[in-house]
């Protein structure tokens, strides 16, 4: 089956630095992706629709300039969160659509914000 | 905007029981997914239903599409322990490959 992987897993900064986070599709091409944020027992909540040759598209209340998408090519999203702060810590996952709109997720990226 | 309403939200219960859960909308999907996620993994998808009323099993688990395919419910036999996690239904809406997340069920299942 299709699989989607996220690098780093896990990553601790400081606050005021900027972190990137990698979202690949490694057997089928992704013209989209998405990007969602999880707190801890809750739910998913989507960030922004990224998308390859065109500016990412962000939901109400996401701040593009605190996190810059950008997607690279047909099987990559980045996503940077930029002046990190602790409130930014967080799970974050991204998705990308395979065949009938099945969602294939990654493992996700802790990213903690001393 | 689409919303998908689920619950419970939390549920505990002792090894062997049954148990179901509902996602309810008021806006119609093209189809419904149910994931289910562990604790510092991404979600995994369980099913995808498509057409109204629609049945489908795995193993223990029962998932069903309402006929006006507005709702969802899945149903688990017998829970075990390894059946904790959080569920996680979302709706298709069939257009911009965005899903609707409902806000999860954190079930426990108690030996």
């Known amino acids: 089956g299709a699989v989607v992987s996220q690098h780093p897993s896990r990553v601790i900064c400081k606050s005021g630095t900027s972190v990137k986070i990698e979202c690949r599709s490694l057997?089928?091409?992704?013209?989209?992706m998405f990007w969602y944020r999880q707190f801890p027992k809750q739910s998913l909540m989507l960030m922004a629709t990224?998308?390859?040759?065109?500016?990412?598209?962000?939901e109400q209340g996401v701040e593009k300039d605190k996190f810059l998408i950008n997607h690279a090519s047909l099987t990559l999203s980045t996503l940077t969160v930029t002046s990190a702060h602790p409130e930014d810590s967080s799970f974050y996952i991204c998705?990308?659509?395979?065949?009938?709109?099945?969602?294939?997720f990654g493992p996700g990226t802790r990213l903690t914000v001393l | 905007t689409q919303l998908l309403e689920q619950s419970p939200q939390f549920l505990s219960i002792q090894e062997g029981e049954n148990l179901t859960v509902y996602c309810n909308s008021s806006?119609?999907?093209?189809?419904l997914q149910w994931y289910r996620q562990e604790p510092g993994e991404g979600p995994v998808l369980l099913v995808t239903?498509?057409?109204?009323?629609e049945v489908k099993k795995l193993k223990r688990l029962t998932f069903q599409f309402g006929d006006a395919r507005k709702d969802s419910s899945l149903h688990i036999t017998a829970a075990q322990p390894g059946d904790t996690g959080l569920y996680l239904c979302?709706?298709?809406?069939?257009?911009?490959?965005?899903?609707?997340f409902g806000k999860g069920t954190l079930l426990t299942v108690n030996p």
């Open positions: 998705s990308a659509p395979g065949s009938g709109n099945t969602q294939y």
């Open positions: 057997d089928f091409q992704a013209t989209t």
């Open positions: 990224s998308n390859e040759g065109s500016k990412a598209t962000y």
């Open positions: 806006s119609v999907f093209s189809s």
């Open positions: 239903v498509v057409t109204g009323g």
């Open positions: 979302a709706g298709d809406p069939g257009s911009n490959y965005k899903l609707t």
